[in-house]
């Protein structure tokens, strides 16, 4: 694969799924501008995920470059139980006992088979019924069981979805389907766990105890208890997404777009990644072309620095997956190549971090950038070095080299990161070499070109950088 994709530093995460399942589709989404799949556990079986992470991982071999793989956990779905007539109509002022019977129910009470939520309710919360369509707010709670008023809507059925914005519900956001899907998505080898419906910090440290170590934690950012912990969260993860589906059904419309950028922020100061996702070309599931308003969408994700930008259904159900990546890239494309974006790179810049590693990797970007280094070459054996470069959003692309081809595919996610795993490099002068071959054979360097290289002494002693050089491509 050619590495041209220099002129787009921000990733793609496609959603694999009925519509891309076959090696031949994998294929042409990675040359449409892919970098990474998310295995969605909220649908398909076992046999299902392990043939789609085959395909991708086929497609890695014949491509001769890492491609990172996502199981996203579905978590904790809360749902009403059935009516007697599938249905109900109501309208504001009419109340309802949402309870813990499971006979089906009527105009007066239904079963909500989740007693956790009940416990958790008081008085004057509000719950949201089938993604908003209806609210209501609790006005007396008994023993099992909450009264309820309809402020907005007009249809209740059955087994539609239940949000509880004004609560957290003191239950483990990883439930017995999550922990035997994480079970098997780690066994199969899977770069990256989401965490879906994460709440607090303390969700977090909660999985990855379960994780022990086998793979990162990103937390997707749904609820407004975690937007109000954000900044434990983020101390405690390992990326953060901002997922806006169940989001924006939780908080009012016009906080999103604030919370997107506030998310955006406080993650890439802390140097991890942050995933843009959620209906950022929706309506490209049936359409070959995506609305002016999602193409400014996707902008914005990439105006405010995302590391990626996230597509579910257009690549995993949609009619057009290949255009969907293919639009999806030449939008970040171009708003990277904006004078304007640059300008905003560099007044949200960071302040670099306070000790030696910091003031290297922010001394890199500027020598890449002064002297218009083709790339900024490092060898890593954690990748920490290659998220504290990234953090600086340099305008050089990052070649990282690592003998540990599960970091390499990892850091396929985080801006502007081309990761090779070599096992023979033994002396800083063998990355040199290493790095103007891989460079050159690449596409992203020629002859009389420059690469500016962070490395640490002695080499591959984890913590060790204390270097920046600049190699002359010969």
């Known amino acids: 694969m050619d590495y041209t994709a220099k002129l787009r530093q921000t990733k793609i995460l496609a959603t694999v799924g009925p519509a891309s399942s076959s090696v031949e589709m994998i294929r042409k989404l990675v040359e449409a501008g892919a970098n990474c799949f998310r295995l969605n556990f909220s649908h398909g079986s076992y046999e299902e995920h392990q043939n789609r992470y085959d395909a991708i991982r086929q497609v890695e071999k014949e491509t001769g470059t890492p491609i990172m793989i996502l199981a996203d956990m579905q978590g904790p779905k809360h ?38 939520i009940i416990e958790a309710l008081n008085v004057g919360d509000n719950l949201l019924i089938d993604d908003g369509k209806v609210r209501v707010k609790v006005i007396a709670k008994g023993e099992g069981s909450v009264t309820v008023e309809v402020i907005a809507g007009k249809r209740m059925s059955d087994r539609k979805g239940v949000n509880v914005p004004d609560v957290v519900i003191k239950s483990s956001v990883l439930t017995e389907k999550d922990r035997k899907d994480l079970e098997y998505a780690l066994n199969m080898g899977v770069d990256w766990i989401a965490l879906s419906f994460v709440q607090t910090a303390g969700d977090v440290r909660e999985a990855k105890e379960l ?73 490209m599931i049936t359409s070959p072309t995506p609305t002016r308003a999602e193409a400014s969408d996707v902008a914005t994700a990439v105006f405010d620095g995302a590391d990626a930008v996230m597509l579910s259904a257009e690549t995993a159900a ?157």
């Not at 934690?217 to 912990?229: G, Q, Y």
């Open 79 to 116: 749902r009403l139980g059935q009516f007697e007539n599938e249905e109900i109509f109501v309208e504001p002022g009419h109340v309802i006992t949402f309870d813990s019977n499971p006979e089906k129910g009527n105009e007066k009470r239904v079963c909500l088979p989740h007693p956790e």
């Open 211 to 283: 994780i022990n170590g086998r793979a990162p934690v990103i937390s997707k950012i749904e609820k407004p208890s975690a937007v109000e912990d954000i900044d434990a969260i983020i101390a405690e993860t390992d990326a953060i997404m901002v997922a806006r589906g169940d989001l924006g059904v939780e908080m009012p419309a016009e906080r999103v777009p604030v919370i997107q950028k506030m998310m955006i922020r406080k993650t890439r100061n802390a140097g991890k990644p942050i995933v843009v996702a959620t209906q950022m070309l929706e309506s």
């Open 318 to 474: 949609g009619d057009f997956p290949v255009e969907a990546v293919s639009i999806m890239a030449r939008i970040c494309q171009t708003v990277e190549n904006d004078p304007l974006y640059r300008q905003i790179m560099d007044a949200n810049h960071p302040a670099p971090e306070k000790n030696a590693y910091g003031a290297l990797t922010a001394a890199a970007s500027t020598v890449a950038q002064t002297i218009d280094a083709k790339a900024i070459v490092n060898y890593t054996r954690t990748g920490l070095t290659t998220l504290r470069v990234v953090r600086e959003r340099p305008t050089a692309p990052v070649l990282c080299l690592t003998e540990d081809v599960h970091v390499a595919r990892r850091l396929m996610i985080s801006y502007g990161v081309r990761a090779l795993p070599l096992d023979d490099i033994f002396s800083l002068e063998n990355v040199d070499e290493r790095a103007v071959a891989l460079s050159k054979a690449k596409g992203l360097a020629k002859s009389g070109d420059c690469l500016v290289m962070t490395a640490g002494i002695p080499l591959g002693e984890p913590g060790s950088t204390n270097l920046v050089r600049v190699i002359n491509v010969g």
